[in-house]
């Protein structure tokens, strides 16, 4: 149960849940996700139905009977409208109880009907996270909080946890800074409170797009896809070490490009 | 192979130098499209890289015509000549260079956000 809170909670920050490096394994892990809900919903109604009605074939069937249930019970308890409350209680402790029995941990235990394919899936995977963790695809990824953002005045944006998230991605602030001013193609500088404050409108996915590649590019291992690397300056060249796996590889320099210039025309010259 | 030696984490590779002074300098090999902000909504997109060889002039005229939106050329003096063009106009230039073939898809890199 508290796998799956945790997962719950995973797939509230899915938004963010960003820098996995390869797109195929994002999509496979949106899939697992969705075959567990699946798994979980289809346990709670098979238990309902189990408690409720035994034998009944459709899970669907067993839920109407089970919603329509209670209510006919109290209407026909009505002038001991306590007693019928009491069913009520009852009946929803009883749905707690088998839940909470371990021996309803799959849907198709206590029936004879075929598995279904995502049922097993979501038993592996299960099993897998149980297990080896590394192997059932989510790692404990880095997580990275979504960037926040307030504007201030008209013109300017302030990135707010933008230390924050260097500190998650082990670089340094000047390093990630340059690359996001660089690719927004703005100015920008770090304010008292250590916020990034930034020339131009933009808005939080701007900032988390632009994270993203620069994860990819000067922070993932592509050798192992770890994020457990060192990013250091050799001869004037950045290289980018592994701590997982040992592989290096050197990385481009930071470069602004053009910049056009942009604004009052007499501003220069 | 020299590929397979800039994989090893060796201390010092005498090629590297040679090699990263050209990917640096990238906007050799790679053309970059980039916007910026302007006031507003505005935007501007700004193409730097392309060969030389290539008139800037033509090109330009193909891109304002195509994409409906005026541009000019301007000499920066580190990065030569670069294409500006007014709005958001990365995907269609990166779509036009590629189908007029005058850069291949894998030498365009799209900046921004
Ligand atoms: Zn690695």
């Given at each position: 149960?508290?796998?799956?809170?945790?997962?719950?909670?995973?797939?509230?920050?899915?938004?963010?849940?960003?820098?996995?490096?390869?797109?195929?394994?994002?999509?496979?892990?949106?899939?697992?996700?969705?075959?567990?809900?699946?798994?979980?919903?289809?346990?709670?109604?098979?238990?309902?139905?189990?408690?409720?009605?035994?034998?009944?074939?459709?899970?669907?069937?067993?839920?109407?009977?089970?919603?329509?249930?209670?209510?006919?019970?109290?209407?026909?308890?009505?002038?001991?409208?306590?007693?019928?409350?009491?069913?009520?209680?009852?009946?929803?402790?009883?749905?707690?109880?088998?839940?909470?029995?371990?021996?309803?941990?799959?849907?198709?235990?206590?029936?004879?009907?075929?598995?279904?394919?995502?049922?097993?899936?979501?038993?592996?995977?299960?099993?897998?996270?149980?297990?080896?963790?590394?192997?059932?695809?989510?790692?404990?990824?880095?997580?990275?909080?979504?960037?926040?953002?307030?504007?201030?005045?008209?013109?300017?944006?302030?990135?707010?946890?933008?230390?924050?998230?260097?500190?998650?991605?082990?670089?340094?602030?000047?390093?990630?800074m340059t690359f996001l001013l660089?690719?927004?193609?703005?100015?920008?500088?770090?304010?008292?409170?250590?916020?990034?404050?930034?020339?131009?409108?933009?808005?939080?996915?701007?900032?988390?797009?632009?994270?993203?590649?620069?994860?990819?590019?000067?922070?993932?291992?592509?050798?192992?896809?770890?994020?457990?690397?060192?990013?250091?300056?050799?001869?004037r060249l950045f290289f980018l070490?592994?701590?997982?796996?040992?592989?290096?590889?050197?990385?481009?320099?930071?470069?602004?490009?053009?910049?056009?210039?942009?604004?009052?025309?007499?501003?220069?010259? | 192979?020299?590929?397979?030696?800039?994989?090893?984490?060796?201390?010092?590779?005498?090629?590297?130098?040679?090699?990263?002074?050209?990917?640096?300098?990238?906007?050799?090999?790679?053309?970059?499209?980039?916007?910026?902000?302007?006031?507003?909504?505005?935007?501007?997109?700004?193409?730097?890289?392309?060969?030389?060889?290539?008139?800037?002039?033509?090109?330009?005229?193909?891109?304002?015509?195509?994409?409906?939106?005026?541009?000019?050329?301007?000499?920066?003096?580190?990065?030569?000549?670069?294409?500006?063009?007014?709005?958001?106009?990365?995907?269609?230039?990166?779509?036009?260079?590629?189908?007029?073939?005058?850069?291949?898809?894998?030498?365009?890199?799209?900046?921004?956000?």
């Amino acid at each position: 149960m508290a796998d799956e809170n945790q997962l719950d909670a995973k797939d509230e920050v899915a938004e963010l849940a960003p820098f996995d490096p390869t797109k195929k394994k994002k999509k496979k892990k949106v899939t697992i996700q969705d075959t567990e809900d699946d798994s979980v919903d289809k346990l709670a109604e098979k238990t309902e139905n189990l408690s409720v009605s035994e034998g009944l074939e459709s899970t669907f069937a067993g839920l109407k009977k089970k919603k329509k249930k209670p209510v006919e019970t109290s209407i026909l308890n009505e002038d001991t409208g306590d007693a019928g409350e009491d069913l009520d209680d009852h009946a929803g402790e009883d749905d707690k109880g088998d839940g909470l029995v371990p021996e309803h941990r799959y849907p198709w235990e206590g029936s004879d009907r075929d598995y279904e394919y995502e049922e097993l899936l979501g038993r592996v995977f299960n099993i897998l996270r149980e297990n080896n963790p590394e192997l059932a695809g989510d790692r404990r990824r880095t997580v990275m909080r979504p960037p926040q953002v307030l504007r201030e005045g008209t013109k300017k944006t302030v990135f707010v946890n933008f230390m924050d998230l260097c500190k998650t991605m082990h670089r340094q602030p000047d390093h990630v800074m340059t690359f996001l001013l660089a690719e927004l193609g703005t100015s920008g500088s770090l304010d008292g409170q250590q916020r990034l404050v930034v020339k131009g409108r933009f808005a939080p996915k701007n900032f988390e797009g632009i994270l993203r590649r620069y994860v990819n590019e000067y922070v993932i291992c592509l050798g192992c896809k770890s994020p457990d690397t060192i990013l250091s300056k050799e001869n004037r060249l950045f290289f980018l070490r592994c701590e997982k796996c040992g592989s290096g590889r050197s990385v481009a320099p930071i470069k602004a490009g053009f910049v056009a210039r942009v604004g009052r025309r007499n501003a220069g010259t | 192979m020299s590929d397979l030696d800039i994989q090893i984490p060796t201390a010092f590779d005498p090629f590297a130098d040679a090699k990263a002074e050209d990917s640096g300098a990238g906007s050799k090999e790679y053309v970059h499209i980039r916007i910026q902000q302007r006031n507003g909504r505005k935007s501007l997109t700004t193409v730097q890289g392309l060969k030389k060889e290539f008139s800037y002039n033509k090109i330009l005229k193909d891109l304002k015509k195509e994409f409906c939106c005026n541009g000019t050329v301007v000499q920066d003096p580190e990065l030569g000549q670069v294409i500006q063009l007014q709005g958001d106009q990365r995907k269609n230039v990166s779509t036009f260079l590629v189908q007029a073939g005058i850069v291949k898809k894998e030498h365009i890199k799209i900046h921004g956000f």
